[in-house]
């Protein structure tokens, strides 16, 4: 066999079939790391598993020796806003009107920066349906280079915003949105936070009746009633209801409360993460299981907005233009923020580790998101900066990697093809220098990435990452 390059090397080889010989697999399930291996992919899946070397592994395809480096499968972002353009202000019949439209450009600078860094599968929680499509429409064709997607239409809300929220103010309304959603192939069902707690419900009973999980955005509805209607999933680890504090503390929040993003240190200044609200919240995980990501890195980058910090680096690197120079311009969750607001806000950051640690702990279905598309989000490195903030918190790296990888194809009902390195599985895989059960940060040392049953080295990875 004639070697070509460092660790790479070709024989006679049939098209479509790939061996990657002298892996280790990583194998989150059982918190450890197998003897090497040699992966055989056949077309878009992996065909076989044999020991390193082995004939019926190698025979006819292209080689490449990947000794010393482990495998595992490809991440999933559960929280990423694929096609998502700049909030925008524009005048309408004398008022001032909010839209989020969509923007084919950074969907596809986004997909491009996902796969880069090793994120072969989304979940993209509210947007244009249409956008979605052409997305889907573009990747079949081999137009672009992305991750698999899975789509929620706009949230469901009590007020429209253009691209991003649609309005349901009664039964019926819901019922007709719902519809129309799935009718334009809508995976998921969005609710967001100022929907009454009969229309969530209603919400949840019509995307049930079609055959869609429900999941939803928060606050005023305390998790575990919401939970209690059969809601199949949670969005970020902001609770922020006045019914998970005690009377006394109820009290000493609205005091004070400014509303808006101040909730998001104001409201954790009076909860206990090992109070009774936070049992109650414990044991409704425990219960119903949701789907849930905490995307704890949208939330971190807003209390260290003022100062320098790597999501700013992120972002300069990473995000698209339009994108970076909306959030430098004015749109942050931080707008308004004083110095002692920051200061109150990272002393707030423990508490919301602990609750992290808490839910990351039960037998829910914890997933990984980032918000991707939000102020200091760039895409695909934001979901190992998740990664590490629940590592730093206390959470396993095992427990995290499979919220990333098999724990999330499982919330999209796609868990018996994504998710695993298994034989019958798609060939979408993380190859790393280093073991990411010893390291959560190893997610990062990224050796080549392999997105339907096709390798991409490091100069293909440097290319889609841009310059």
């Not at 137009?143 to 649609?166: Q, R």
């Not at 950051?349 to 990351?360: D, I």
Request: proline share 6%.
């Amino acid at each position: 066999m004639l070697s070509l390059s460092p660790g790479l090397a070709f024989a006679s080889s049939a098209p479509n079939v790939l061996a990657l010989d002298n892996l280790r697999l990583v194998d989150a399930e059982r918190n450890r790391v197998d003897a090497p291996s040699c992966l055989r992919v056949e077309g878009r899946r992996i065909a076989r598993i044999d020991q390193p070397g082995k004939k019926s592994c190698l025979d006819g395809a292209r080689v490449v020796d990947l000794r010393d480096r482990y495998v595992m499968p490809g991440l999933i972002d559960m929280h990423a806003h694929l096609t998502l353009g700049p909030m925008e202000i524009k005048r309408e019949r004398g008022r001032a009107v909010m839209q989020a439209l969509p923007d084919d450009e950074i969907a596809e600078h986004n997909a491009a920066r996902l796969i880069a860094f090793g994120v072969t599968t989304i979940r993209n929680p509210g947007g244009d349906l249409a956008a979605a499509a052409r997305y889907k429409a573009r990747l079949t064709a081999g137009e672009l280079t992305g991750p698999e997607s899975f789509n929620a239409g706009p949230v469901i809300n009590n007020a429209d915003l253009p691209g991003l929220a649609t309005a349901a103010r009664n039964p019926e309304d819901m019922a007709r949105v719902v519809s129309a959603q799935v009718e334009a192939g809508a995976d998921w069902i969005k609710l967001y936070t100022g929907l009454s707690p009969a229309l969530l419900k209603a919400g949840v009973e019509a995307a049930h009746r079609h055959g869609r999980p429900a999941v939803a955005h928060l606050e005023a509805i305390a998790w575990p009633d919401a939970l209690a209607t059969g809601l199949d999933g949670i969005v970020h680890l902001m609770p922020l209801s006045p019914d998970l504090l005690t009377a006394q503390e109820r009290t000493a929040w609205q005091a004070t409360a400014r509303g808006g993003t101040y909730s998001f240190f104001e409201w954790w200044e009076h909860f206990d993460p090992d109070g009774a609200g936070a049992d109650r919240i414990v044991t409704a995980f425990e219960r119903y299981r949701p789907v849930f990501d905490a995307t704890l890195v949208a939330f971190h980058a807003a209390f260290v907005q003022d100062q320098d910090n790597p999501y700013k680096d992120d972002a300069r690197r990473y995000a698209h233009p339009r994108l970076l120079a909306h959030w430098n311009d004015w749109f942050t969750f931080a707008i308004g923020w004083q110095p002692q607001d920051f200061e109150r806000a990272r002393a707030v950051w423990p508490k919301v580790q602990r609750m992290a640690v808490r839910l990351y702990a039960t037998g829910a279905r914890m997933t990984i998101g980032t918000d991707m598309s939000n102020p200091w989000i760039a895409p695909g490195i934001s979901l190992h900066r998740e990664l590490q903030l629940l590592a730093d918190a206390g959470v396993p790296a095992n427990r995290l990697l499979l919220a990333a990888t098999r724990n999330a194809a499982q919330a999209l009902g796609a868990g018996e093809r994504l998710g695993r390195v298994a034989p019958g599985y798609e060939a979408d895989l993380l190859i790393l220098e280093a073991n990411p059960l010893e390291d959560i940060g190893h997610t990062r040392a990224i050796h080549a990435v392999v997105v339907d049953g096709t390798l991409l080295t490091a100069p293909t990875l440097t290319r889609l990452k841009g310059p």
